[in-house]
Protein backbone atom coordinates (compact mmCIF):
# COMPACT_ATOMS: atom_id res chain seq x y z
CA UNK A 1 0.00 0.00 0.00
CA UNK A 2 1.67 3.54 -0.90
CA UNK A 3 0.58 6.78 1.08
CA UNK A 4 -2.90 8.28 -0.50
CA UNK A 5 -2.74 11.26 -2.51
CA UNK A 6 -4.36 12.94 -0.38
CA UNK A 7 -2.14 12.87 2.25
CA UNK A 8 -1.09 16.56 2.08
CA UNK A 9 -4.68 17.72 2.83
CA UNK A 10 -5.03 17.98 6.87
CA UNK A 11 -8.50 17.74 8.05
CA UNK A 12 -10.21 18.02 11.45
CA UNK A 13 -8.96 14.71 13.71
CA UNK A 14 -10.46 12.97 16.09
CA UNK A 15 -9.47 11.49 19.22
CA UNK A 16 -7.06 9.21 18.49
CA UNK A 17 -7.17 7.39 21.73
CA UNK A 18 -10.70 6.80 20.54
CA UNK A 19 -9.44 4.61 17.42
CA UNK A 20 -10.14 1.45 19.23
CA UNK A 21 -12.89 -0.97 16.59
CA UNK A 22 -11.91 1.77 14.08
CA UNK A 23 -11.53 0.95 10.14
CA UNK A 24 -8.59 3.19 8.89
CA UNK A 25 -7.08 2.80 5.36
CA UNK A 26 -9.04 -0.77 5.39
CA UNK A 27 -6.87 -1.60 8.45
CA UNK A 28 -9.77 -2.74 11.55
CA UNK A 29 -7.67 -1.07 14.97
CA UNK A 30 -7.50 -3.36 17.89
CA UNK A 31 -5.64 -3.10 20.95
CA UNK A 32 -3.97 -0.43 22.37
CA UNK A 33 -0.10 -0.82 22.58
CA UNK A 34 1.18 2.67 23.91
CA UNK A 35 1.45 6.00 23.69
CA UNK A 36 4.90 7.65 22.25
CA UNK A 37 5.49 11.36 21.75
CA UNK A 38 4.36 11.12 18.17
CA UNK A 39 1.70 8.44 18.01
CA UNK A 40 -0.85 6.31 19.74
CA UNK A 41 0.46 2.62 18.64
CA UNK A 42 -2.36 -0.44 17.89
CA UNK A 43 -2.42 -3.77 16.85
CA UNK A 44 -4.33 -3.72 13.13
CA UNK A 45 -5.91 -6.43 10.88
CA UNK A 46 -6.46 -6.46 7.52
CA UNK A 47 -8.10 -9.98 6.79
CA UNK A 48 -5.46 -12.50 8.22
CA UNK A 49 -2.62 -10.06 7.68
CA UNK A 50 -1.51 -8.60 11.15
CA UNK A 51 0.11 -4.96 11.76
CA UNK A 52 0.67 -2.02 13.96
CA UNK A 53 -0.70 1.47 13.18
CA UNK A 54 0.67 4.41 14.59
CA UNK A 55 -1.79 7.21 14.63
CA UNK A 56 -0.16 10.30 15.09
CA UNK A 57 -1.57 12.39 18.14
CA UNK A 58 -4.18 14.55 16.51
CA UNK A 59 -2.48 18.11 18.00
CA UNK A 60 0.93 17.44 15.58
CA UNK A 61 -1.43 15.58 12.38
CA UNK A 62 -2.49 19.48 11.90
CA UNK A 63 0.56 20.55 11.25
CA UNK A 64 1.61 20.73 7.71
CA UNK A 65 5.76 19.60 7.50
CA UNK A 66 4.58 16.64 10.19
CA UNK A 67 2.04 15.59 7.33
CA UNK A 68 4.89 16.37 4.56
CA UNK A 69 7.32 14.08 6.51
CA UNK A 70 5.04 11.36 6.73
CA UNK A 71 4.10 11.24 3.27
CA UNK A 72 7.94 11.44 1.99
CA UNK A 73 8.83 8.73 4.40
CA UNK A 74 6.72 5.70 4.48
CA UNK A 75 7.72 5.16 1.39
CA UNK A 76 11.68 5.21 1.39
CA UNK A 77 11.25 2.60 4.39
CA UNK A 78 8.81 0.39 2.28
CA UNK A 79 11.39 0.41 -0.51
CA UNK A 80 14.88 -0.93 2.21
CA UNK A 81 16.31 -4.16 0.91
CA UNK A 82 17.30 -5.10 4.76
CA UNK A 83 14.43 -5.34 6.92
CA UNK A 84 16.40 -7.55 9.89
CA UNK A 85 16.66 -4.58 12.02
CA UNK A 86 13.91 -2.48 10.79
CA UNK A 87 10.05 -2.54 10.63
CA UNK A 88 8.84 -2.50 7.26
CA UNK A 89 6.34 0.31 6.44
CA UNK A 90 3.53 -1.34 4.65
CA UNK A 91 1.67 1.53 4.02
CA UNK A 92 0.14 5.32 5.00
CA UNK A 93 -2.56 7.90 4.65
CA UNK A 94 -4.75 10.36 5.33
CA UNK A 95 -8.20 8.59 6.35
CA UNK A 96 -11.25 10.12 8.31
CA UNK A 97 -8.92 12.54 9.83
CA UNK A 98 -6.58 9.89 11.05
CA UNK A 99 -2.97 10.48 10.03
CA UNK A 100 -1.03 7.02 10.10
CA UNK A 101 1.63 4.86 9.52
CA UNK A 102 1.11 0.94 9.51
CA UNK A 103 4.23 -0.95 9.90
CA UNK A 104 5.10 -4.71 10.49
CA UNK A 105 3.45 -6.50 13.77
CA UNK A 106 5.37 -6.14 17.08
CA UNK A 107 6.25 -9.50 18.71
CA UNK A 108 7.40 -8.08 22.20
CA UNK A 109 7.93 -5.24 24.33
CA UNK A 110 9.58 -1.78 23.46
CA UNK A 111 13.05 -1.41 25.11
CA UNK A 112 11.87 0.73 27.36
CA UNK A 113 9.60 -1.87 29.16
CA UNK A 114 12.73 -3.97 29.48
CA UNK A 115 14.85 -1.36 30.99
CA UNK A 116 12.24 -0.30 33.21
CA UNK A 117 11.60 -4.31 34.75
CA UNK A 118 15.67 -4.80 34.74
CA UNK A 119 16.07 -1.66 36.82
CA UNK A 120 13.73 -2.28 39.21
CA UNK A 121 14.51 -5.85 39.47
CA UNK A 122 18.44 -4.82 39.78
CA UNK A 123 18.65 -0.93 39.70
CA UNK A 124 20.83 -0.89 36.72
CA UNK A 125 20.65 -2.18 33.00
CA UNK A 126 21.75 -4.59 30.72
CA UNK A 127 24.79 -6.26 30.91
CA UNK A 128 27.41 -5.02 29.36
CA UNK A 129 27.69 -7.25 26.70
CA UNK A 130 24.12 -7.59 26.23
CA UNK A 131 24.04 -3.56 26.34
CA UNK A 132 26.49 -3.78 23.28
CA UNK A 133 24.76 -5.81 21.22
CA UNK A 134 21.72 -4.36 21.29
CA UNK A 135 23.25 -1.22 20.43
CA UNK A 136 24.88 -2.74 18.02
CA UNK A 137 21.79 -4.00 16.46
CA UNK A 138 20.13 -0.58 15.91
CA UNK A 139 23.19 0.80 14.77
CA UNK A 140 23.03 -2.06 11.96
CA UNK A 141 19.69 -0.99 11.12
CA UNK A 142 20.74 2.74 11.40
CA UNK A 143 23.31 1.82 8.73
CA UNK A 144 21.38 -0.62 6.64
CA UNK A 145 18.84 2.67 6.12
CA UNK A 146 21.47 4.64 4.21
CA UNK A 147 20.93 8.04 3.78
CA UNK A 148 17.11 7.97 5.59
CA UNK A 149 18.17 9.57 8.98
CA UNK A 150 16.48 8.61 12.03
CA UNK A 151 16.63 11.63 13.75
CA UNK A 152 15.30 11.18 17.20
CA UNK A 153 15.90 7.39 17.94
CA UNK A 154 15.38 6.33 22.00
CA UNK A 155 14.20 3.55 23.65
CA UNK A 156 10.24 3.45 22.46
CA UNK A 157 12.01 3.05 18.84
CA UNK A 158 13.18 -0.25 19.76
CA UNK A 159 11.11 -3.54 19.62
CA UNK A 160 12.64 -6.52 21.61
CA UNK A 161 10.73 -9.49 20.17
CA UNK A 162 10.32 -12.83 21.73
CA UNK A 163 13.19 -14.32 19.82
CA UNK A 164 15.67 -11.39 20.34
CA UNK A 165 15.17 -10.03 17.39
CA UNK A 166 16.26 -6.14 17.62
CA UNK A 167 14.18 -3.66 14.95
CA UNK A 168 13.88 -0.30 15.03
CA UNK A 169 9.53 0.33 14.97
CA UNK A 170 9.69 4.20 13.64
CA UNK A 171 12.29 4.84 10.88
CA UNK A 172 9.26 5.90 9.30
CA UNK A 173 7.98 8.32 12.06
CA UNK A 174 11.43 9.94 12.75
CA UNK A 175 11.62 12.86 10.50
CA UNK A 176 8.26 14.06 11.55
CA UNK A 177 8.84 13.76 15.05
CA UNK A 178 11.72 15.65 14.56
CA UNK A 179 9.74 18.16 12.70
CA UNK A 180 7.19 18.66 15.63
CA UNK A 181 9.63 19.45 17.94
CA UNK A 182 11.20 22.20 15.38
CA UNK A 183 7.50 23.52 15.49
CA UNK A 184 7.75 23.66 18.99
CA UNK A 185 4.44 21.38 19.03
CA UNK A 186 6.65 18.69 21.33
CA UNK A 187 9.10 19.20 24.06
CA UNK A 188 12.20 17.12 22.84
CA UNK A 189 13.75 14.59 25.34
CA UNK A 190 17.55 14.85 26.54
CA UNK A 191 18.51 12.25 24.54
CA UNK A 192 17.12 13.82 21.24
CA UNK A 193 20.59 16.03 19.95
CA UNK A 194 20.72 19.47 20.48
CA UNK A 195 20.60 20.58 17.00
CA UNK A 196 17.95 18.53 16.39
CA UNK A 197 16.61 20.15 19.27
CA UNK A 198 16.76 23.87 17.81
CA UNK A 199 15.24 22.81 14.57
CA UNK A 200 17.45 21.47 12.51
CA UNK A 201 17.52 18.65 10.36
CA UNK A 202 18.12 15.22 11.29
CA UNK A 203 21.71 14.05 10.22
CA UNK A 204 24.33 11.18 10.55
CA UNK A 205 25.31 13.29 13.84
CA UNK A 206 22.16 13.23 15.21
CA UNK A 207 21.62 9.73 14.86
CA UNK A 208 25.00 9.55 16.51
CA UNK A 209 23.81 11.29 19.07
CA UNK A 210 21.05 9.44 19.94
CA UNK A 211 22.73 5.92 19.62
CA UNK A 212 25.40 7.48 22.26
CA UNK A 213 22.34 8.19 24.87
CA UNK A 214 20.73 5.11 23.72
CA UNK A 215 23.68 3.00 25.30
CA UNK A 216 23.92 5.01 28.26
CA UNK A 217 20.48 4.43 28.64
CA UNK A 218 20.95 0.44 27.98
CA UNK A 219 23.55 0.07 30.27
CA UNK A 220 22.42 2.42 33.52
CA UNK A 221 18.79 1.56 32.94
CA UNK A 222 17.89 5.26 33.07
CA UNK A 223 17.74 7.62 30.36
CA UNK A 224 20.85 9.98 29.28
CA UNK A 225 20.66 13.47 31.53
CA UNK A 226 23.73 16.11 31.87
CA UNK A 227 25.41 15.43 35.18
CA UNK A 228 24.40 12.40 35.29
CA UNK A 229 26.67 9.25 37.02
CA UNK A 230 28.80 7.88 34.16
CA UNK A 231 28.32 4.12 33.48
CA UNK A 232 31.65 2.94 34.63
CA UNK A 233 30.69 4.63 38.28
CA UNK A 234 26.85 3.97 38.26
CA UNK A 235 27.31 0.26 37.48
CA UNK A 236 30.30 -2.03 38.56
CA UNK A 237 31.89 -3.95 36.11
CA UNK A 238 31.56 -1.57 32.93
CA UNK A 239 35.19 -0.39 31.84
CA UNK A 240 35.80 3.53 32.06
CA UNK A 241 36.44 2.98 28.38
CA UNK A 242 32.50 3.97 27.73
CA UNK A 243 32.81 6.48 29.83
CA UNK A 244 34.67 8.10 27.11
CA UNK A 245 32.41 6.33 24.10
CA UNK A 246 29.43 8.02 25.35
CA UNK A 247 30.83 11.49 26.07
CA UNK A 248 32.49 11.82 22.42
CA UNK A 249 29.28 10.70 20.38
CA UNK A 250 26.86 12.72 22.47
CA UNK A 251 29.28 15.54 22.42
CA UNK A 252 27.24 19.10 22.06
CA UNK A 253 28.66 20.38 18.99
CA UNK A 254 28.12 17.46 16.46
CA UNK A 255 31.90 18.11 14.51
CA UNK A 256 33.10 16.53 17.59
CA UNK A 257 30.67 13.20 17.65
CA UNK A 258 32.18 10.05 15.85
CA UNK A 259 31.75 10.13 11.72
CA UNK A 260 29.39 8.05 11.52
CA UNK A 261 27.07 4.95 13.60
CA UNK A 262 29.67 2.99 11.36
CA UNK A 263 32.70 4.20 13.66
CA UNK A 264 30.31 4.70 16.83
CA UNK A 265 28.95 0.88 16.59
CA UNK A 266 32.28 -1.12 15.91
CA UNK A 267 33.88 0.59 18.97
CA UNK A 268 31.17 -0.28 20.88
CA UNK A 269 31.64 -3.93 20.15
CA UNK A 270 34.97 -3.80 20.35
CA UNK A 271 34.68 -2.53 24.23
CA UNK A 272 31.55 -4.16 25.65
CA UNK A 273 31.17 -7.09 23.06
CA UNK A 274 34.47 -8.90 22.65
CA UNK A 275 36.43 -7.51 25.92
CA UNK A 276 33.96 -7.87 28.80
CA UNK A 277 33.34 -11.42 29.78
CA UNK A 278 29.68 -12.46 29.37
CA UNK A 279 26.84 -12.35 32.26
CA UNK A 280 24.33 -13.49 32.84
CA UNK A 281 21.23 -12.43 30.86
CA UNK A 282 18.23 -12.74 33.23
CA UNK A 283 16.78 -9.73 34.81
CA UNK A 284 16.71 -9.56 38.36
CA UNK A 285 20.00 -11.81 38.64
CA UNK A 286 19.90 -11.85 43.05
CA UNK A 287 24.08 -11.93 42.98
CA UNK A 288 27.01 -11.25 41.02
CA UNK A 289 27.92 -13.24 37.88
CA UNK A 290 30.10 -16.73 38.19
CA UNK A 291 33.57 -16.01 37.62
CA UNK A 292 34.74 -16.92 33.61
CA UNK A 293 34.82 -20.75 33.20
CA UNK A 294 38.61 -22.34 32.31
CA UNK A 295 38.63 -22.18 28.64
CA UNK A 296 38.50 -25.93 27.61
CA UNK A 297 41.24 -27.40 25.42
CA UNK A 298 39.40 -29.96 23.21
CA UNK A 299 39.79 -31.98 19.95
CA UNK A 300 38.72 -31.00 16.88
CA UNK A 301 36.97 -33.83 14.81
CA UNK A 302 38.34 -33.44 11.17
CA UNK A 303 34.79 -32.61 9.91
CA UNK A 304 34.54 -29.69 12.57
CA UNK A 305 37.70 -28.41 11.37
CA UNK A 306 37.26 -28.63 7.85
CA UNK A 307 33.94 -26.73 8.54
CA UNK A 308 35.72 -24.17 10.53
CA UNK A 309 38.17 -22.94 7.11
CA UNK A 310 34.40 -21.21 5.89
CA UNK A 311 34.28 -17.51 7.53
CA UNK A 312 31.12 -16.82 6.53
CA UNK A 313 29.56 -15.45 9.62
CA UNK A 314 25.98 -16.99 9.96
CA UNK A 315 25.25 -17.80 12.98
CA UNK A 316 23.64 -15.82 16.10
CA UNK A 317 23.90 -17.43 19.71
CA UNK A 318 20.49 -16.61 21.02
CA UNK A 319 20.21 -16.16 24.82
CA UNK A 320 18.05 -14.57 27.30
CA UNK A 321 16.06 -12.16 25.07
CA UNK A 322 18.98 -11.23 22.85
CA UNK A 323 20.64 -12.77 20.20
CA UNK A 324 24.62 -12.19 19.68
CA UNK A 325 26.80 -12.45 17.11
CA UNK A 326 27.18 -12.77 14.16
CA UNK A 327 29.77 -16.14 14.75
CA UNK A 328 31.63 -18.08 12.02
CA UNK A 329 32.03 -21.94 12.62
CA UNK A 330 35.31 -21.20 14.04
CA UNK A 331 33.95 -18.92 15.75
CA UNK A 332 31.56 -20.56 17.67
CA UNK A 333 34.16 -22.84 18.63
CA UNK A 334 36.32 -20.13 20.19
CA UNK A 335 32.70 -19.25 22.29
CA UNK A 336 32.54 -22.83 23.28
CA UNK A 337 36.09 -23.52 24.43
CA UNK A 338 36.14 -20.32 26.25
CA UNK A 339 32.46 -21.43 28.20
CA UNK A 340 30.27 -18.86 26.51
CA UNK A 341 28.24 -20.88 24.33
CA UNK A 342 26.97 -23.81 26.17
CA UNK A 343 24.29 -26.55 26.30
CA UNK A 344 20.83 -24.79 26.26
CA UNK A 345 21.88 -21.99 24.10
CA UNK A 346 19.92 -21.63 20.71
CA UNK A 347 21.55 -21.23 17.20
CA UNK A 348 19.90 -18.94 15.08
CA UNK A 349 21.16 -19.47 11.13
CA UNK A 350 20.76 -15.68 9.59
CA UNK A 351 20.61 -16.77 5.93
CA UNK A 352 18.53 -19.50 5.74
CA UNK A 353 16.29 -18.51 9.32
CA UNK A 354 16.14 -21.78 11.33
CA UNK A 355 16.80 -22.62 14.59
CA UNK A 356 18.40 -25.35 16.54
CA UNK A 357 20.20 -25.75 20.08
CA UNK A 358 24.01 -25.90 19.81
CA UNK A 359 23.98 -29.66 22.11
CA UNK A 360 21.86 -30.63 18.41
CA UNK A 361 23.95 -29.50 15.86
CA UNK A 362 25.89 -32.72 14.21
CA UNK A 363 28.81 -30.78 14.44
CA UNK A 364 29.18 -28.58 17.55
CA UNK A 365 27.03 -31.11 19.66
CA UNK A 366 29.93 -33.38 20.71
CA UNK A 367 32.36 -30.12 21.32
CA UNK A 368 29.79 -28.55 23.82
CA UNK A 369 29.39 -32.26 25.66
CA UNK A 370 33.16 -32.43 25.67
CA UNK A 371 33.38 -29.00 26.50
CA UNK A 372 31.12 -29.05 29.77
CA UNK A 373 32.48 -32.45 31.17
CA UNK A 374 36.07 -30.65 31.45
CA UNK A 375 35.31 -27.64 32.78
CA UNK A 376 33.42 -29.44 35.44
CA UNK A 377 36.27 -31.87 35.84
CA UNK A 378 38.17 -28.45 36.38
CA UNK A 379 35.74 -27.01 38.86
CA UNK A 380 35.52 -30.16 41.08
CA UNK A 381 39.63 -29.78 41.43
CA UNK A 382 39.48 -25.98 42.28
CA UNK A 383 37.00 -26.94 45.11
CA UNK A 384 39.49 -29.64 46.60
CA UNK A 385 42.53 -27.44 46.17
CA UNK A 386 40.59 -24.63 47.53
CA UNK A 387 39.03 -26.54 50.67
CA UNK A 388 42.96 -27.75 51.25
CA UNK A 389 44.31 -24.56 51.14
CA UNK A 390 41.79 -22.95 53.67
CA UNK A 391 42.45 -26.03 56.08
CA UNK A 392 46.34 -24.86 56.16
CA UNK A 393 45.50 -21.52 56.56
CA UNK A 394 43.56 -22.16 59.34
CA UNK A 395 46.91 -23.32 60.64
CA UNK A 396 48.52 -20.34 60.28
CA UNK A 397 46.24 -17.36 60.63
CA UNK A 398 47.53 -16.16 64.02
CA UNK A 399 51.47 -16.59 62.83
CA UNK A 400 49.87 -14.49 59.39
CA UNK A 401 48.55 -11.42 61.31
CA UNK A 402 51.66 -11.07 63.79
CA UNK A 403 53.94 -11.16 60.04
CA UNK A 404 51.95 -8.85 58.31
CA UNK A 405 52.07 -6.51 61.40
CA UNK A 406 55.69 -6.42 61.92
CA UNK A 407 56.09 -5.88 57.89
CA UNK A 408 53.29 -2.96 57.79
CA UNK A 409 55.52 -1.38 60.70
CA UNK A 410 58.80 -1.67 59.33
CA UNK A 411 56.79 -0.21 55.50
CA UNK A 412 55.01 2.46 57.38
CA UNK A 413 58.93 3.91 58.87
CA UNK A 414 60.17 3.47 56.07
CA UNK A 415 57.91 5.43 53.81
CA UNK A 416 58.05 8.30 56.17
CA UNK A 417 61.25 8.79 55.54
CA UNK A 418 61.35 8.75 52.06
CA UNK A 419 58.56 11.08 52.20
CA UNK A 420 60.88 13.52 53.96
CA UNK A 421 63.62 13.21 51.74
CA UNK A 422 61.43 13.81 48.27
CA UNK A 423 60.30 17.41 49.53
CA UNK A 424 63.83 18.37 49.35
CA UNK A 425 65.38 16.39 45.87
CA UNK A 426 61.99 16.02 44.34
CA UNK A 427 63.17 12.34 44.43
CA UNK A 428 61.10 8.92 46.17
CA UNK A 429 63.23 6.25 47.29
CA UNK A 430 60.99 2.76 47.40
CA UNK A 431 61.20 -0.19 48.47
CA UNK A 432 59.82 -3.53 47.00
CA UNK A 433 58.72 -5.48 50.03
CA UNK A 434 58.60 -8.51 48.04
CA UNK A 435 62.26 -8.76 47.10
CA UNK A 436 63.10 -6.94 50.38
CA UNK A 437 65.59 -5.28 47.52
CA UNK A 438 66.34 -1.70 47.86
CA UNK A 439 64.56 0.27 44.64
CA UNK A 440 65.35 3.99 43.79
CA UNK A 441 62.54 5.36 41.99
CA UNK A 442 62.73 9.06 40.27
CA UNK A 443 59.18 10.64 39.40
CA UNK A 444 59.38 14.08 37.96
CA UNK A 445 57.32 17.23 38.46
CA UNK A 446 53.89 17.17 36.15
CA UNK A 447 53.33 19.42 33.42
CA UNK A 448 50.15 20.29 31.74
CA UNK A 449 49.83 18.57 28.26
CA UNK A 450 49.78 20.58 25.47
CA UNK A 451 46.33 20.60 24.11
CA UNK A 452 46.11 19.24 20.54
CA UNK A 453 45.03 21.77 17.65
CA UNK A 454 41.52 21.68 16.33
CA UNK A 455 41.02 20.24 13.07
CA UNK A 456 37.89 21.10 11.89
CA UNK A 457 35.80 18.17 10.82
CA UNK A 458 38.62 15.69 11.33
CA UNK A 459 36.94 13.91 13.45
CA UNK A 460 33.66 12.81 11.11
CA UNK A 461 35.54 10.32 9.35
CA UNK A 462 33.58 7.11 8.28
CA UNK A 463 36.06 4.36 9.04
CA UNK A 464 35.41 2.35 12.64
CA UNK A 465 39.41 1.41 12.58
CA UNK A 466 39.92 5.37 13.37
CA UNK A 467 38.77 4.66 17.16
CA UNK A 468 40.44 2.43 19.22
CA UNK A 469 40.86 2.35 23.06
CA UNK A 470 41.93 5.67 24.32
CA UNK A 471 40.23 7.19 21.98
CA UNK A 472 43.13 8.82 20.08
CA UNK A 473 42.25 11.84 18.12
CA UNK A 474 41.18 14.22 20.59
CA UNK A 475 38.34 12.60 22.90
CA UNK A 476 40.47 12.96 26.06
CA UNK A 477 37.06 14.03 27.70
CA UNK A 478 35.39 11.94 30.22
CA UNK A 479 33.08 14.09 31.57
CA UNK A 480 29.21 13.57 31.54
CA UNK A 481 28.34 16.96 31.46
CA UNK A 482 28.11 16.59 28.12
CA UNK A 483 29.83 19.20 27.54
CA UNK A 484 32.55 21.00 24.90
CA UNK A 485 36.04 19.26 25.58
CA UNK A 486 37.49 22.86 25.87
CA UNK A 487 39.03 23.35 29.89
CA UNK A 488 38.94 27.04 28.95
CA UNK A 489 37.58 29.27 31.86
CA UNK A 490 37.20 26.29 34.09
CA UNK A 491 38.96 25.45 37.59
CA UNK A 492 42.16 23.05 37.85
CA UNK A 493 44.76 21.90 40.37
CA UNK A 494 47.80 23.42 39.88
CA UNK A 495 50.62 20.77 39.51
CA UNK A 496 52.28 21.53 42.42
CA UNK A 497 49.32 20.22 44.18
CA UNK A 498 48.81 17.14 41.51
CA UNK A 499 52.68 16.45 42.50
CA UNK A 500 52.39 16.53 45.97
CA UNK A 501 49.66 13.80 45.92
CA UNK A 502 50.97 11.16 43.45
CA UNK A 503 54.88 11.63 44.67
CA UNK A 504 53.78 9.75 47.45
CA UNK A 505 52.73 6.51 45.92
CA UNK A 506 56.64 6.45 43.83
CA UNK A 507 57.97 3.21 45.64
CA UNK A 508 54.26 1.45 44.17
CA UNK A 509 54.73 3.26 40.85
CA UNK A 510 57.78 2.31 41.06
CA UNK A 511 57.58 -1.38 41.52
CA UNK A 512 55.21 -1.80 38.85
CA UNK A 513 58.28 -0.63 36.20
CA UNK A 514 60.00 -3.67 38.12
CA UNK A 515 57.65 -5.96 38.04
CA UNK A 516 57.03 -5.46 34.03
CA UNK A 517 60.81 -5.19 33.38
CA UNK A 518 60.73 -1.60 32.25
CA UNK A 519 62.80 1.17 33.33
CA UNK A 520 60.65 3.77 32.86
CA UNK A 521 57.63 5.47 31.78
CA UNK A 522 55.45 8.48 30.84
CA UNK A 523 51.77 8.87 32.26
CA UNK A 524 49.28 10.96 31.34
CA UNK A 525 46.29 11.48 33.37
CA UNK A 526 43.08 13.67 34.04
CA UNK A 527 41.48 14.50 37.73
CA UNK A 528 38.29 14.62 37.42
CA UNK A 529 37.26 17.93 39.19
CA UNK A 530 34.54 16.92 41.43
CA UNK A 531 35.46 14.01 42.63
CA UNK A 532 39.45 14.29 42.89
CA UNK A 533 39.29 10.34 41.33
CA UNK A 534 42.31 9.60 38.16
CA UNK A 535 39.42 8.24 35.70
CA UNK A 536 41.55 8.30 32.38
CA UNK A 537 45.58 7.72 32.16
CA UNK A 538 47.88 6.44 29.14
CA UNK A 539 51.12 5.36 29.46
CA UNK A 540 53.65 5.62 26.87
CA UNK A 541 50.69 6.66 24.74
CA UNK A 542 48.80 3.28 25.21
CA UNK A 543 45.63 2.58 26.89
CA UNK A 544 46.43 -0.87 27.22
CA UNK A 545 48.93 -4.01 28.44
CA UNK A 546 50.38 -5.34 31.49
CA UNK A 547 52.39 -2.00 32.78
CA UNK A 548 49.09 0.36 32.21
CA UNK A 549 46.85 -2.20 34.14
CA UNK A 550 49.62 -2.36 37.05
CA UNK A 551 49.88 1.49 36.82
CA UNK A 552 46.28 2.37 36.28
CA UNK A 553 45.02 0.75 39.45
CA UNK A 554 47.92 2.51 41.68
CA UNK A 555 47.14 5.95 39.99
CA UNK A 556 43.00 5.00 40.48
CA UNK A 557 43.45 4.53 44.35
CA UNK A 558 44.82 8.03 45.03
CA UNK A 559 42.64 11.20 45.79
CA UNK A 560 43.43 14.55 44.69
CA UNK A 561 41.42 18.03 45.91
CA UNK A 562 37.86 18.17 44.62
CA UNK A 563 37.69 21.39 42.66
CA UNK A 564 35.01 23.60 40.92
CA UNK A 565 35.70 22.46 36.81
CA UNK A 566 35.14 19.21 35.42
CA UNK A 567 38.82 18.00 34.87
CA UNK A 568 43.21 18.63 35.14
CA UNK A 569 45.53 16.89 32.47
CA UNK A 570 48.80 16.41 33.70
CA UNK A 571 51.69 14.48 32.61
CA UNK A 572 55.01 13.50 34.37
CA UNK A 573 57.64 10.64 33.79
CA UNK A 574 58.90 7.66 36.71
CA UNK A 575 62.25 5.76 36.55
CA UNK A 576 64.18 3.09 37.95
Given at each position: ???????????????????????????????????????????????????????????????????????????????????????????????????????????????????????????????????????????????????LFHGAIGDESVIVSRSGRITICDLALGPALCAAIAAGAVRAPGWIAPEVQRGEPPSTASDVYGLGALLYDTLVGQPLTRGGPRPSEAVPGIPPEVDEIIARACAEKPDRRFGSVAALRELVMDTLCRGVEEEEERVGADGPAMAAPPKAVLPIAPALEAAMEDPHERWLVTKGRFDFGPFSIKGLVEQIQSGHVHHGNVLFDKDEGGRIKVEDHPLLGPLVEAARQQRDDARRAQAEVKHQSSERKRGVTLYGFIGAGVIAAVVVVYLIIT??????????????????????????????????????????????????????????????????????????????????????????????????????????????????????????????????????????????????????????????
Open positions: MSPEAGLASVATEPDAGDADGTAIGGWTVGQRLRRTLIAEVYRAQRGDEQATIHIIHPELARLRQVVNEVQSRAPKVAQLDDHRNVSPAYGAGLESGHLYIVTEPEDGPVLRDVLDRRHAASSTGLPPRGAGNVIALVAQGLISAGHALSSAKNKQVQGVDTLANASLNVTVSEPKKPAKKPRTGGGSRSGGGNNFGRGLPGGSDSLALDLSDDSDEGSETLDMGTVFSVYSRYGNRLGGCLQKTGSSNANISIIIDGPTGKVNWMKVNGEASGALHGCLSGVMRSMKFPSINGPRTRAEFDIGI
